[in-house]
């Protein structure tokens, strides 16, 4: 699935007259956004808007935390705004009208502003086949003349599920938004490695640790869940969220495996398949000993519905990517044959 790209070259004379007509409308705009008549509303908007088409940056996106379905949506966000204090810097995302909030399945709540309204936007849910490709499935909101969304979505902390694409003649731009699972912070950059101007308030943002207890967090209750913040740990290299794709179960079926080491030799394991709920079990880790070529030797104790699983497995971590070889004890990989397989950093 192309998430973004450029179809065709306009001519030369055409591609001047665009530039021209789009430089005469941003300079509409900031003549707008210097403008003392403007409300309080209007003018945070726009200021927004100039400092993302300073940084030459198409979308602007904020996470303003969790909402659930026990009241309404709106009020929810209300809530979070007021929490997290964008009354002031922000006060243009209390008046998003009731037309643009999109509630899809899934808790966490972002705010996305496009650069200005010469784009088309567009807001598309997906799933994830069997072979982990993602097939769009519903589109959830469009229109010719972009304006700020208030967007609830995700099911899943190792899953996104909703693409947005901002379009201005033959310009493409999409984005995915979602947490970063290192420390919690918007994942701020598209599938192109373009990046996305983050306006999320943080000090004012509550994002909980990881449960240090060895309950499992992360697994889809709001309460239990928490992005682990950047830990210590006996091998700084280790720590964090790392998951596998590519692995197929005995069927046949691709299989998502996840792991997350943390601070207190917290360990986590989660196998499924993309877009779907996933298993998750936690426990503890230690590091052993080295083994042969540098690789590690990790011994893991995981509790689990059928009781404890443990054994070692042997591991090299080298620049965001984590080989993972079956030692003794139980197989670290269940429901597949595989006994050595590459993790990415998440």
């Known amino acids: 699935m192309a998430f973004s790209g450029c179809n065709g070259k306009p ?25 003392k008549d403007l409300s309080k509303s209007e003018q945070s908007l726009q200021n927004l808007q100039k400092n993302l088409r300073r940084s030459r940056m198409p979308m602007a996106a904020a996470y303003l935390g969790y909402a659930d379905d026990n009241s309404p949506f709106r009020d929810q966000v209300r809530t979070l705004l007021k929490n997290g204090k964008y009354e002031e810097q922000y006060s243009f995302l209390a008046d998003v009208p009731k037309e643009n909030y999109i509630s899809y399945n899934g808790e966490e709540v972002y705010a996305i502003v496009p650069q200005s309204t ?19 499935r519903d ?22 599920n909703v693409v947005i694409t901002l379009t201005k003649g033959t310009e493409t731009f999409s984005y995915s938004p979602s947490l970063s699972l290192m420390d919690g912070a918007l994942y701020a950059y598209n599938l192109d490695g373009m ?7 943080y000090d004012n943002l509550e994002i909980p640790v990881w449960n240090e207890g060895g309950e499992c967090g992360g697994c889809g209750d709001p309460e239990g869940y928490g992005a682990p913040l950047e830990a210590a740990g006996e091998e700084p290299g280790l720590i964090g969220q790392w998951i596998s794709t590519e692995l197929k179960n005995q069927s046949g079926q691709n299989i998502t495996y996840g792991m997350y080491f943390g601070d207190y030799q917290y360990f986590e394991f989660q196998y499924g398949q993309m877009g779907h709920d996933l298993e998750c079990w936690s426990g503890t880790f230690e590091v052993t000993d080295q083994f042969r070529n540098g690789e590690l030797v990790v011994h893991y104790v995981l509790y689990t519905p059928d009781g404890t699983r443990e054994g070692e497995f042997y591991t090299m971590v080298n620049y965001g990517e984590m080989l993972v070889t079956e030692g003794s ?14 993790f990415y950093s998440y």
């Open 195 to 201: 990046e996305i101007y983050d306006f999320t308030l």
């Open 329 to 342: 004890g139980d197989a670290i990989f269940p429901f597949t044959d595989a006994s050595t397989e590459w």
């Open 139 to 160: 589109t959830l909101y469009i229109s010719q003349k972009a304006a700020p969304v208030i967007l609830k979505c995700n099911l899943s902390e190792l899953s996104y």
């Open 11 to 35: 001519k030369k004379q055409e591609r001047k007259r665009e530039n021209r007509q789009e430089s005469q409308q941003e300079k509409k705009e900031t003549v707008k956004a210097d403008n």
């Open 118 to 136: 010469q784009y088309a936007m567009k807001v598309e849910s997906f799933d994830w086949d069997e072979n982990a490709n993602a097939m769009v």
